[in-house]
């Protein structure tokens, strides 16, 4: 059995009071325990109305217990997922990382009830309830308690030894299920450029061997976790023999009376059972910690400052980012100053760091080394709502929401819809599908609609236009810049026209001389 992790007290709202209920429930159902072991022990040697009703009673009280605590287990188990739910959503809201994202909030978080409402009522009960039988059993008989104190460690001890072994494949399982699902994620996304590619069949082919995979993974888990509940079993079987073997002969031999030896009997299994259980659930509490590691391991929100933003000189300094689990830097200690009014045009090839840039300015991306300092002052000291009012941002693949086009553009702000569509070229007879120069002209008609950002950040907005449209977009972005600080992204040269300066990047790396 495993020890409770005590960051748990301190990470989960009213963890203590949880194990503290689970105590109390444990020795009320110890007291039955005794209780019950008792008056059956006198029913079956002296048969009496009296005793029948009180066993009765005792057997009620014992399953109302059992009853309440699994109520109070799965309401806190509920309260538990809610809150990691909350700060998985949170933190991913920095990373960007939605595949493993959407894994752990569905399916992963799910995977604590196993820990929270089962494994650990049954670990508490495991502590409380032997010691009080095991210290009935040393007051009836010493040989038979004593039999019990030595045997009883004994699984604990099989149970961490399986245990072992079963976390680190719950733990490879679990690592196997988040890249299935982020793989997933991806090539769904992909799919249309997949289609037009013709490489759909050997991606569906890759989703296959990894879910292959998955199910074979599975399958060893359930053995190791079914193998480890036989062992227990054995083990606590054989236990009891060696305590109702003795008993039964002394029993013959007249050395133990009929009442002792049935209190003995019938209490001795009793015993072992709050450790089997516990040990059963072991494998189930297995995928709950490894999902807790998990959102431990996330990347941590940083609180925000609350200095008010002023967009005057923006100065990038020694500003370095590597994202989790990434051998390489995506931006490498870039020196960059963006001067109010001056229209900077990124360019660069793909994936060396650009859209990172302007994840970092969009606050999306901290830097892990380095800042960025805003008319003087660090970004990390600014109110991130203030600052995002002033940036109008149209990203690579602007996202798209269910409901009407001119609802996507206004996006629940106020302001002239029909004008911002208009300067952003959008026809709205051509309602029927959205095209990719649709999508990008919902992009910027939502940043015209955004007239007091002082800050334009444009992704690529042409990468995948046709040049008439690319175009049109340009003209539209030319407007847009108008009269604001503008950095723009830009794949293709077409764009650099725009540009009062074009600085590359490399590799994360800015050029000195571009
Ligand atoms: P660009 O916009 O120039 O194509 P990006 O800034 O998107 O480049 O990416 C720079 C590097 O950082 C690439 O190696 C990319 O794979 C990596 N990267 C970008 N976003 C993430 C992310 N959310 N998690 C991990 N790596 C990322
Ligand atoms: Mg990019």
């Known amino acids: 059995m495993r020890p409770i992790d005590p960051r748990l007290?301190?990470?989960?709202?009213?963890?203590?009071?949880?194990?503290?209920?689970?105590?109390?429930?444990?020795?009320?159902?110890a007291v039955a325990i005794l209780v019950q072991a008792e008056l059956l022990a006198g029913l079956l040697t002296e048969p009496a109305t009296g005793t029948a009703a009180l066993l009765g009673g005792a057997i009620l009280g014992r399953a109302a217990l059992t009853w309440v605590a699994s109520a109070?287990?799965?309401?806190?188990?509920?309260?538990?997922?809610?809150?990691?739910?909350?700060?998985v959503?949170?933190?991913?809201?920095?990373?960007?990382?939605?595949g493993s994202t959407a894994t752990l909030v569905t399916r992963g978080i799910d995977g604590v009830h196993g820990y929270f409402a089962e494994y650990l009522p049954k670990l508490v009960g495991s502590v409380v309830i032997p010691l009080a039988v095991l210290a009935r059993l040393l007051t009836a008989d010493l040989v038979a308690g004593l039999t019990v104190a030595v045997t009883l460690p004994l699984i604990p001890v099989f149970a961490a030894l399986v245990g072992a072994h079963t976390r680190a494949r719950t733990e490879r399982q679990w690592r196997l299920l988040s890249t299935l699902g982020g793989h997933f994620l991806d090539v769904v996304t992909g799919l249309p450029t997949l289609k037009v590619f013709g490489r759909a069949q050997a991606q569906a082919e890759t989703v296959r061997k990894m879910a292959d995979a998955h199910a074979s993974a599975t399958m060893r888990t359930l053995r190791v976790a079914f193998l480890s509940a036989l062992v227990l079993e054995l083990v606590a079987t054989l236990s009891v023999a060696l305590v109702a073997v003795p008993v039964g002969l002394r029993l013959l031999d007249g050395g133990l009376d009929a009442q002792t030896a049935l209190v003995i009997?019938?209490?001795?299994?009793?015993?072992?059972?709050?450790?089997?259980?516990?040990?059963?659930?072991?494998?189930?509490?297995?995928?709950?910690l490894a999902v807790l590691e998990e959102v431990r391991t996330l990347p941590q929100a940083q609180p925000e400052g609350s200095a008010r933003p002023k967009l005057g000189e923006i100065r990038f300094e020694g500003v370095t980012v590597r994202y989790p689990e990434r051998d390489h830097n995506a931006l490498s200690n870039v020196d960059l100053t963006i001067r109010a009014g001056e229209r900077l045009?990124?360019?660069?090839?793909?994936?060396?760091?650009?859209s990172t840039l302007l994840a970092v300015l969009l606050g999306f991306v901290r830097p892990t080394a380095g800042r960025v300092l805003v008319d003087g002052v660090d970004l990390r000291e600014l109110d991130l709502t203030a600052w995002r009012a002033q940036l109008a941002w149209v990203p690579q693949r602007p996202t798209m929401f269910p409901g009407s086009l001119a609802d996507n553009i206004s996006l629940g702000a106020e302001g002239d819809v029909e004008a911002a569509a208009e300067a952003a070229?959008?026809?709205?007879?051509?309602?029927?599908?959205?095209?990719?120069?649709?999508r990008q002209r919902v992009g910027l008609a939502r940043a015209f609609l955004r007239p007091r950002a002082g800050l334009l950040l444009l992704d690529e907005p042409t990468a995948h236009l046709d040049t008439t449209t690319e175009a049109a977009i340009l003209r539209t972005a030319a407007k847009l810049a108008e009269g604001r600080t503008a950095v723009l992204v830009a794949h293709r040269p077409a764009m650099t026209a725009l540009a009062t300066r074009v600085v590359e990047l490399r590799h994360g790396k800015l050029q000195e001389n571009a």
């Not at 007290?9 to 159902?29: C, D, I, M, S």
């Not at 109070?72 to 700060?87: H, P």
């Not at 019938?266 to 189930?284: I, Q, V």
């Open 9 to 29: 007290r301190e990470e989960l709202p009213g963890f203590q009071k949880y194990l503290v209920t689970l105590g109390v429930l444990g020795a009320l159902t």
């Open 89 to 98: 959503l949170a933190r991913s809201l920095q990373t960007r990382d939605a």
């Open 72 to 87: 109070i287990a799965d309401r806190y188990t509920t309260k538990v997922k809610a809150t990691l739910r909350k700060r």
């Open 265 to 288: 009997l019938l209490l001795a299994p009793e015993a072992y059972l709050p450790l089997r259980a516990a040990g059963a659930k072991f494998h189930a509490s297995a995928e709950g």
């Open 425 to 438: 070229g959008i026809d709205f007879s051509r309602a029927t599908g959205i095209s990719s120069g649709q």
């Open 345 to 354: 045009v990124l360019v660069g090839p793909s994936g060396s760091g650009k």
